[in-house]
């Protein structure tokens, strides 16, 4: 992966305002427990703006926008059968984060099979602010620290950046959090650079989007009893919908589109199995 280049000389700009900018941070992760020594990376943007910010994967976004552009060339010229060949899908982090201002309330949208759900999560951070200050990324940094989600954390943050936001669900804090990693090490998330939102940037929210399913919106209680379903039984909203007859397409590793009924028992194995090494997940008190 291409390092990025860090472009601290806003400063000053961003000490007056910190909105309208695109904070783009590095994850690390090990979401199974047994290849820790092995994490995995992705570029994660957060998107600030007046009433609000977006935290997305620059992957996902970018494979999403080329399947979207390409559909619509496709439908323009009257193709019955759309094809993906030729684009290379990338990312892996699937969900999104939405916060409101001022009052940092949090959505959580993320696809569980054939469904996909919007979070509002009620949960707070409950900070405890220690003396400790380091340079961080070229910004004055200092430590806070609090338990959520299943993992203990360690923060650090810039009042540099006045801006009570960070990266996923964190926010609370006294300025921007510039780095913030969990206590064994396996989920981290660093600042990596700044620019300012591309001109004629509208932020939308990820639940105005169109999609052939309706969204599902959840509470974070009745979320946590559809994910411990989902574990349970990965396909049951895609089987619920072919009982409907609902016909469903997928896209392969070439971009072509598949029926769901191709080796849907096999399919339905290896999702199973990929789950239960997925057992060092973010949010860790899901698999409880």
């Not at 540099?160 to 959090?177: E, M, T």
């Not at 090490?185 to 929210?205: D, N, R, V």
């Not at 399913?213 to 009745?222: C, H, I, P």
């Amino acid at each position: 992966m291409k390092k990025i280049i860090i472009a601290f000389s806003l400063l000053l700009t961003l000490a007056v305002n910190a909105q309208n900018q695109r904070f783009i941070y590095e994850y690390r992760y090990s979401i199974d427990s047994t290849a820790k020594d092995k994490p995995e990376t992705e570029i994660m943007f957060l998107d600030v703006v007046s009433k609000g910010s977006r935290f997305y994967s620059k992957d996902i976004f970018e494979s999403d926008s080329l399947m979207t552009a390409s559909m619509e060339k496709q439908l323009q010229a009257g193709n019955g059968e759309i094809n993906f060949s030729g684009i290379k899908f990338k990312g892996k982090v699937v969900h999104s984060v939405e916060k409101t201002y001022p009052d940092y309330s949090v959505r959580f949208f993320n696809n569980l099979s054939a469904d996909e759900y919007m979070v509002q999560d009620e949960r707070k951070q409950d900070w405890k602010i220690l003396p400790d200050k380091e340079k961080t990324g070229g910004f004055s940094a200092q430590k806070a620290v609090c338990s959520f989600a299943g993992r203990k954390w360690t923060a650090w943050f810039t009042t540099d950046l006045p801006i009570q936001d960070g990266p996923y669900k964190f926010s609370g804090l006294p300025g921007l959090i510039v780095k913030i990693e969990d206590a064994s090490h396996t989920h981290s998330f660093e600042l990596k650079g700044i620019k300012k939102l591309p001109a004629g940037y509208e932020w939308k929210s990820t639940k105005e989007k169109e999609r052939f399913n309706a969204l599902v919106t959840v509470t974070e209680a009745k979320y946590r009893k559809a994910f411990k379903e989902y574990l349970a039984d990965p396909m049951k909203s895609e089987k619920q919908m072919l009982a409907q007859g609902v016909e469903i397409q997928e896209i392969d590793d070439s971009g072509k589109l598949v029926t769901q009924d191709k080796g849907k028992k096999e399919k339905e194995l290896k999702m199973k199995n990929d789950l239960k090494k997925q057992n060092n997940i973010l949010e860790l008190d899901l698999l409880k």
